[in-house]
């Protein structure tokens, strides 16, 4: 059983609500002073304080009348979830209205109430909504070069991957592309790699190197690179939906997934796994977009807020990246998962098996870069630091 906080338990799917009688009050509070302004009070320890609740609402009701611009900005995941994965969303909700000197009011839509991933992106594209947070994994589908990421062991391991997404050479390459696709790129989040995770009674020890998956039945989401890369490794790649996956798991109908340690977490997989190995193969990243043509209607002033706020809520989630960690491998240790770090020999193993060397990869560097020295360019840049430090201690 997990420890659970005064306040909030973590349940499937990252629905953090809180105890009796404890929700019975939070729930009153969203009846009353609506579902944003709840989770705030909660969060902020004020739930039970009538006179600090009735000036939070105060506060946001002022605010939204006083803005030029209401804008929804919609994520997949709980307020609450920036203690185990640090998307950061009330931060930037905070951050777009303070930089802004009030022209924005910002309507938070989180825990997936307007839709998780392509959905979420989908809104955004078609103008919608004005934001969204998503995966960079499902922005692929509609912005292809994003995917260049989840080509293995060359932008995996999180400094790496800064390094890469705050580059002139992405930003050259890949931006342009995506906002010819309708997307504003705002703000990127890093959480950490993928790893590799197996169910309770496949192994009786953690995966070491990609023998210990040949042949097995491994959830892959509709990206085909990442289909590619278990194939490669010697899995059997199975297509599952994402809200289909914790059952699959238990039924046998998938073996393994990959997401990062902080995303099994916050969506309730610490029944289901007995291992996860740490092989830092491909980013699990998530992603800030606006449509594109809304935010070029903005006045000067208030792009330039929308990217000010937009890069400290970068460097607020590059901070919070080793705590989120750390609190959440600490739970699922805590709930008799084990946690595995291959050595330098085993990850050698996996690099050989499916890294980006490999000349199978040759014809989608040059697909997604638009050549192989565009991509050689993305590759070196990965080395250089531009100003932004997260932590790779994985």
Aim: aromatic share 8%; with cysteine.
């Amino acid at each position: 059983m997990l420890r659970q906080s005064r306040l909030f338990t973590r349940t499937s799917g990252d629905n953090a609500e809180p105890q009796r009688p404890e929700r019975r009050h939070f729930l009153n509070m969203v009846g009353r002073y609506g579902f944003t302004t709840a989770l705030i009070g909660a969060l902020g320890g004020s739930l039970f304080s009538e006179s600090a609740m009735a000036a939070i609402s105060q506060e946001e009701a002022e605010r939204e009348k006083a803005a030029d611009t209401v804008l929804v900005m919609a994520t997949g995941y709980r307020l609450g979830a920036s203690r185990a994965y640090p998307i950061m969303q009330l931060n930037f909700k905070e951050n777009l209205q303070n930089f802004s000197r009030g022209k924005l009011y910002v309507r938070l839509q989180p825990g997936g109430q307007l839709g998780a991933g392509g959905a979420l992106i989908t809104k955004v594209q078609n103008g919608t909504i004005a934001m969204a947070q998503h995966s960079m994994s499902n922005l692929s589908a509609f912005a292809p070069e994003v995917d260049l990421i989840n080509i293995p062991y060359w932008c995996g391991e999180n400094q790496h991957l800064i390094n890469l997404v705050t580059s002139d050479t992405w930003k050259d390459v890949v931006h342009g592309k995506v906002e010819d696709r309708g997307f504003k790129v705002l703000s990127y989040v890093c959480i950490d790699p993928r790893t590799v995770a197996v169910r309770k009674g496949l192994l009786d020890h953690p995966v070491r190197t990609p023998d210990d998956i040949r042949g097995i039945k491994f959830r892959v989401p509709s990206s085909q690179i990442l289909q590619k890369v278990y194939k490669l490794a010697g899995a059997n790649p199975t297509p599952v939906a994402w809200g289909e996956t914790s059952s699959a798991m238990k039924q046998g109908v998938a073996d393994a997934l990959d997401p990062s340690v902080q995303a099994l977490f916050v969506y309730g997989f610490t029944d289901v796994l007995a291992s996860i190995s740490t092989i830092q193969s491909v980013p699990d990243a998530q992603v800030y977009t606006c449509n594109k043509q809304w935010f070029d209607a903005r006045p000067k002033d208030v792009q330039d807020a929308i990217m000010r706020a937009s890069d400290v809520t970068f460097r607020e989630n590059l901070a919070k990246v080793p705590a989120a960690r750390a609190y959440a491998y600490y739970e699922m240790r805590h709930a008799g998962i084990d946690i595995y770090s291959p050595t330098e020999d085993e990850v050698a193993q996996w690099k050989a098996k499916c890294g980006h060397q490999l000349e199978t990869w040759n014809d989608l560097k040059v697909q997604l870069a638009g050549s192989m020295d565009n991509f050689n360019a993305l590759l070196e840049a990965t080395g250089v630091s531009n100003g932004y430090h997260v932590d790779s201690n994985v």
